[in-house]
Structures are given as structure tokens and as C-alpha cells.
């Protein structure tokens, strides 16, 4: 069985420190995984850090665990940017990153408050 440990990059761990502390102690611990929230929608009124920026505060402290995203969803970001961010945590550190999309369908979310979520919309 392989473990591994979400983090919910909210409140106290809105501190990337932190988020590095923890996952410095899984890998000690033999954790294999860890992956941070990536949220855009739900974040009012409480402290969030951007799951990239903490990701790569996890690469530069760690070597063995495999980190990345329990889920980004493109829609809500900026493709080229999600690949620029993909493409550069290995050169931090060059063990494999995991990491998971999803693309809205119509009708989701990102739909019901306006936004593109469609390819064609996008463009």
C-alpha cells in the first residue's frame, strides 16, 4: 500500500513554511505522497496560498516524496501557466511529480458564475 497526505492549503496552512514542515516530516515518516488543494473558488475570508508556489517550497525540502496538485482545474487557470508550473517543479527537484486536472463540463461551477469553461469560449 503506498500513503500518502492531502494538505487543505487554508488558514494555518496558507504558510508554505508549514506545509514544508509537514511534508518533511512524511517523508521521514516514509510517506510517499503529497498533494495540496488547488482552490480558487471557496477561499473568502480565510488566509490560501497558491498550491505552485507551496509545491515548489516542498521541492526544495524534500527528495524523495512525490508531490503535486489533488486536483487543478484548468478551467480556473491559465493553461499555458499550469504548464509553465508543471514543466519547472522538476528542475527543482527531478524525482516525477504527480499531478491531477479535470475540465469543468457545462453547467459546473465555473459555468454558473460567468465564466468560460469551454475551449472555444477561451480563445
Do not use: K, N
Not at 23 to 50: I, Q, T
Not at 56 to 62: C, E, L, P
Amino acid at each position: 500500500m503506498r500513503l500518502g497526505i492531502c494538505v487543505c492549503t487554508l488558514g494555518d496552512f496558507a504558510e508554505p513554511a508549514l506545509v514544508v514542515d509537514v511534508s518533511v516530516a512524511a517523508e521521514a515518516a516514509g510517506w510517499e505522497y503529497l498533494f495540496v488543494w488547488d482552490h480558487l473558488a471557496f477561499a473568502w475570508g480565510v488566509p490560501s496560498a497558491d498550491a505552485w508556489v507551496t509545491l515548489a517550497a516542498v521541492a526544495q525540502a524534500t527528495s524523495a516524496i512525490r508531490i503535486g496538485t489533488a486536483v487543478t482545474p484548468l478551467p480556473r487557470r491559465r493553461p499555458a501557466v499550469v504548464a509553465g508550473s508543471v514543466a519547472t517543479l522538476p528542475a527543482l527537484e527531478p524525482t516525477l511529480r504527480a499531478g491531477c486536472t479535470r475540465r469543468h463540463q457545462a453547467g459546473s461551477r465555473g459555468a454558473r458564475r460567468g465564466e468560460a469553461t469551454g475551449l472555444r469560449r477561451r480563445r
